[in-house]
């Protein structure tokens, strides 16, 4: 691949989902794209590029970007996040709200649908004091097959045994001829939306619970930067944000503090800096 080729479609991407691919990264692009450009009618990833800088097809960008999207997930995964929702979430959003019954939560770059249905598992086990209440979990994600998958909350036998542990996998899964699907119950206030994370956010609404976990990893400084700026707008005040293990705001947004009775990589907005949840 050409150097200006490979900076085109680097730009593309970044534009596009945000992805950050840096330099020497050009054997991931023909890997990736190689096969897409000719099932597209492309004699080679050339002619794909030539395409894109004649008509900056945006349906082609989005397949782009979808292609180069990793969907790597599975259920309860890290495990401290979900500890830090039975422990401290949970139990101050129930108190915090009363008045409204009311909780929102979202899954930023949701994939294919293990994080939110983990989440839904961990409020039936651990806040059964919540059953009665409107408990919504909106998953997004920039990929539509991925959000097909997760639509349809059918697994394989090697995508239970990722992180689910065989309790649960009897108690909210039905065997089926594809392999397992998540019970009613389970996806009950569970919906999945096609979204670009670098787009506004405020069509979603206000979120008590964010997760945006292992995605910052993606973007360069800038991007990270605005992306938190951005969340920070969508969270309630007294809200969690949730980030990877690997992930921080150190240096990127003033707008969050950790909660250091939280275990992981959990934030709130700095005015509840000086009451930070106490965990159970």
Same mark, same amino acid.
């Given at each position: 691949m050409?150097?200006?080729?490979y900076?085109? %479609?680097s730009?593309?991407?970044a534009?596009?989902?945000g992805?950050?691919l840096?330099? +020497?990264?050009?054997?991931?692009l023909?890997?990736?794209?190689?096969?897409?450009?000719?099932?597209?009618?492309? =004699?080679?990833?050339?002619g794909?590029v030539?395409?894109?800088?004649?008509?900056?097809?945006?349906?082609?960008?989005?397949?782009?970007?979808?292609?180069?999207?990793? =969907?790597?997930?599975?259920f309860?995964?890290?495990?401290t996040?979900?500890?830090?929702l039975?422990?401290?979430v949970?139990?101050?959003l129930?108190?915090?709200?009363?008045?409204?019954?009311?909780?929102?939560?979202?899954c #930023? #770059?949701a994939?294919?649908?293990?994080?939110?249905?983990?989440?839904?598992?961990?409020?039936?086990?651990?806040?059964?004091?919540?059953?009665? $209440?409107?408990?919504?979990?909106? +998953?997004?994600?920039?990929?539509?097959?991925?959000?097909?998958?997760?639509?349809?909350?059918?697994?394989?036998?090697?995508?239970?045994?990722?992180?689910l542990?065989?309790?649960?996998?009897?108690?909210?899964?039905?065997?089926?001829?594809? +392999? $397992?699907?998540v =019970?009613?119950?389970?996806r009950? +206030?569970i919906? !999945?939306?096609?979204f670009? %994370?670098?787009?506004?956010?405020?069509?979603?609404g206000? !979120?008590?619970?964010?997760?945006c976990?292992?995605? %910052?990893?993606?973007?360069?400084?800038?991007?990270?930067?605005?992306?938190?700026?951005?969340?920070?707008?969508?969270?309630?005040a007294?809200? !969690?944000?949730? %980030?990877?293990g690997a992930?921080?705001?150190f240096?990127?947004?003033p707008? !969050?503090?950790?909660?250091?009775?939280?275990?992981?990589?959990v934030?709130?907005?700095?005015?509840?800096?000086?009451?930070?949840?106490?965990a159970?």
């Open positions: 050409r150097p200006d080729d900076q085109f %479609l730009g593309v991407l534009a596009g989902s992805l950050a840096g330099t +020497g990264k050009e054997y991931l023909e890997s990736r794209l190689s096969p897409l450009a000719a099932s597209m009618g492309h =004699n080679d990833l050339d794909l030539r395409h894109l800088r004649l008509t900056r097809d945006q349906e082609v960008v989005r397949i782009l970007c979808e292609a180069m999207t990793t =969907n790597e997930s599975l309860f995964r890290d495990g996040p979900f500890e830090a039975r422990s401290a949970f139990p101050h129930f108190q915090a709200r009363q008045g409204a019954r009311r909780i929102r939560i979202c #930023a #770059a994939s294919t649908g293990q994080e939110p249905y983990s989440i839904a598992m961990t409020r039936m086990l651990h806040a059964p004091e919540l059953a009665s $209440w409107d408990v919504e979990i909106v +998953g997004t994600d920039l990929s539509r097959a991925a959000l097909e998958r997760a639509r349809r909350g059918v697994f394989n036998q090697f995508e239970v045994q990722r992180g542990p065989i309790a649960l996998l009897m108690k909210f899964f039905t065997q089926v001829p594809e +392999g $397992w699907r =019970n009613d119950d389970v009950r +206030g919906s !999945f939306r096609e670009n %994370l670098l787009g506004s956010l405020s069509g979603l206000t !979120f008590d619970v964010i997760f976990r292992n995605v %910052l990893i993606y973007f360069d400084q800038p991007t990270k930067a605005d992306m938190l700026s951005r969340l920070a707008c969508v969270l309630a007294d809200g !969690f944000l949730f %980030l990877g992930e921080t705001v240096g990127l947004s707008a !969050f503090v950790r909660v250091d009775a939280a275990k992981g990589s934030y709130r907005l700095v005015p509840f800096d000086r009451n930070p949840v106490r159970s």
